[in-house]
């Protein structure tokens, strides 16, 4: 599981492109189509020196809204943060 609390095993990208967000510390195959080199998510969640976003308190913070997939629609983007939150909570 990623810091953000998403599923590798879900990803198009993994395991043959990317291992994994926390091998490849938070530089995902899919970063540089939005224009990054590192996930905002990850360089957030390092720079409070947390395991993961689940610690914060700010959950869920407007970066995870704005970094929104694609191809999700807005409801499906909603549901995927809920069930995401859902995983890093159970993690304390």
Known sequence: MTRC????RDCYAYPNDCPGCKVVAGK??????IGEEQ???YQC???KAYAHCGQCNELPCKMWYDLKDPSLSD???LQAINERIERL????
């Not at 609390?5 to 590798?8: K, P, S, V």
């Not at 909570?89 to 304390?92: D, G, K, P, Y």
Request: aromatic share 4%.
């Open 89 to 92: 909570r159970s993690l304390q």
């Open 5 to 8: 609390g998403l599923d590798c």
């Open 28 to 33: 995902p195959a899919w970063a540089e189509s």
């Open 45 to 47: 969640s390092a720079a």
């Open 39 to 41: 996930c905002q998510l």
């Open 75 to 77: 409801e499906g983007h």
